[in-house]
Nanobody, 124 residues
Framework: QVQLVESGGGLVQAGGSLRLSCAAS????????MGWFRQAPGKEREFVAA????????YYADSVKGRFTISRDNAKNTVYLQMNSLKPEDTAVYYC?????????????????WGQGTQVTVSS
């Protein structure tokens, strides 16, 4: 059974940084692309960042490009999201997902499994 467990969320002031982690178990982590999505109150879940199975490709939403960095450590079965220069509009529950395949994916329907989410709150 696949499990994804996010951690690292919290309350931070605007301009600050947080690093989210997502630990995966249940199938061979290194075979699958990973991604981060977020959902703010009253809004739909939106794509944030994705990384291919071997870190060869990454992709970011325009709203976070240049501020967020996605990375993965296949030896630790973990994907990370380094978030810098945080803004109040980044406030949301952040979810990590594991794709059906190894290729980078930016649509939520391409993801087979999801974590429970971690809250990120950015105060102004």
């Amino acid at each position: 059974q696949v499990q994804l467990v996010e951690s690292g969320g919290g309350l931070v002031q605007a301009g600050g940084s947080l690093r989210l982690s997502c630990a995966a178990s249940g199938r061979t982590f290194s075979l699958y692309a990973m991604g981060w999505f977020r959902q703010a109150p009253g809004k739909e879940r939106e794509f944030v960042a994705a990384i291919s199975w071997n870190s060869g490709r990454t992709y970011y939403a325009d709203s976070v490009k240049g501020r967020f960095t996605i990375s993965r450590d296949n030896a630790k079965n973990t994907v990370y999201l380094q978030m810098n220069s945080l803004k109040p509009e980044d406030t949301a529950v952040y979810y990590c997902g594991q794709a059906y395949g190894g290729a980078l994916a930016i649509r939520s329907y391409a993801y087979a499994y999801w974590g429970q989410g971690t809250q990120v709150t950015v105060s102004s």
